[in-house]
């Protein structure tokens, strides 16, 4: 007779053994277990909570403290700052009081070249072979706040994230204006002939407000083991994997796009949650999970590759992404005019919803979106691959049958006029 020791043992022992399943929230940021030294930045280095002030040199002194020091932690407290282009150091982590204001410091006199340059708030990245390693920014007890809105120059990027390895963006809300560039642009970094991109990363609880149709919350060109979490646009695409830049017309230069993880992406009164644009690069995998939207112009938007004459010119073609990337959990809600609408996509409305189409108000930076109806839930324009069957809608309220799941081009050129729409029951 066996003791219950032994059943335990037998438990443990399938526990253990059995194979599981990959998760689609596997974690790819491995925090640090301590922290060698730990800074404030008002308490030590006397930052003055006026948002008028310039308090890059300040911020950027306790990084480098903290970094000579073999890496820690700085502690923001509450209150408002003005930053510029601050480059983090390997083994700094960044905790930013819960309500704190960040603005973009950018004065105002005329020598200054930021006032027409790009320009980011936080850089990620490393110029060197060895990359920028171990390093976190995150809201300690809520989300911190940084505001853009008020920028007088709109070409910006929130966080530009390039050459890195192991790293954390989270809790932050970011307060826009139809801004030139997403808030998190994950690019890469000219090393000698290669081109680096993010690795092994996570950006979770994030949230963009007023974003431009051509942009949005996150642009990803570049990266590999990516997770991002709880996304929010309020405007512009969620989650964007366009891989488009002119700096990797030279496909042996970089690693592409790969082992890219969502999950909880939604969407409001913008362009889509989920956006897939390859253009000239093959990419590798991607696996997206629970995608709402709520009055956008899609819930998922993917598109075939492409090039332009100059592109197909340096002998680049259409590109794709990994016929194992999957589309789960789709939900939109109808929204009859606040949509963010691309004019090519026009043929795809209800001739019913089109006079709901305001052609007067055109977005403010790109000038190439209306606002109107939402067009569908999900738009799968790709001759590569499917990703997803209409099985994974699980919501479509508001819209017609005809509006679930559009086939891009093998759709007809026009379904406003080759399918009746009846006001039959919304789904």
Known sequence: ???????????????????TTA?????????????GVTKYFVNDYSADNDPKTDDTRLFQRA??????????????EKGKYSLLNV??????????????????????????RFLK???????????????????????????????????????????FIKNVQNFLISNVEILDDYSKFSAFVLNGEYVGQRILGPKNGEIRNARVLGADYGYGLVQAQLGESILFQNLYGLGGATLRLESHTKNLRDLTKFTPLNNIRANNIKCEKGNAAF?????????????????????CGWAVRT??????????????????????????????????????????????????????????????????????PSIGVVLLDTD??????????????????????????KTSKDLCKSIPFQNNSNT
């Open 303 to 372: 598109s075939n590759g492409f090039t332009t004459k100059e592109e197909k010119s340096l002998g680049l073609y259409a590109g794709s992404f990994s016929a194992k990337s999957t589309i789960r959990n789709v939900s939109a809600q109808f929204g009859e005019y606040y949509a963010q609408i691309k004019p090519k996509h026009y043929r795809y409305i209800p001739c019913v919803l089109v006079a709901n189409i305001d052609r007067k108000a055109i977005s403010k930076a790109t000038g190439k979106s209306f606002v109107g």
């Open 63 to 76: 990084i480098d403290d903290i970094w000579k020091q073999g890496g820690g932690k700085l502690v923001v």
């Open 87 to 112: 480059v983090l150091k390997s083994n700094v982590h960044i905790e930013i009081e819960a309500g704190t204001v960040i603005f973009p410091y950018l004065d105002p006199t005329p020598n200054n």
């Open 275 to 295: 956006m897939v644009s390859p253009h000239f690069v093959k990419n590798g995998q991607f696996n997206v999970d629970n995608i709402k939207a709520k009055g």
């Open 117 to 159: 340059k790009a320009y980011a708030i936080f850089e990620l990245t490393s110029k060197y072979a060895e990359p920028l390693k171990s390093v976190s920014i995150r809201g300690l007890g809520g989300d911190f706040i940084v505001d853009i809105s008020t920028a007088i120059n709109k070409k910006n990027r929130v966080f």
């Open 384 to 409: 590569y691959q499917s990703f997803m069957g209409s099985d994974e809608i699980l919501r479509s309220d508001g819209f017609y049958p005809e509006q679930q799941l559009v086939m891009g081009d």
């Open 1 to 19: 007779m066996l003791r219950l020791s032994n059943y335990v043992t037998i438990v443990l022992f399938i526990f253990i053994c059995l194979p």
């Open 23 to 35: 998760s689609p929230e596997k974690l790819f940021y491995k925090a640090p277990t301590h922290f």
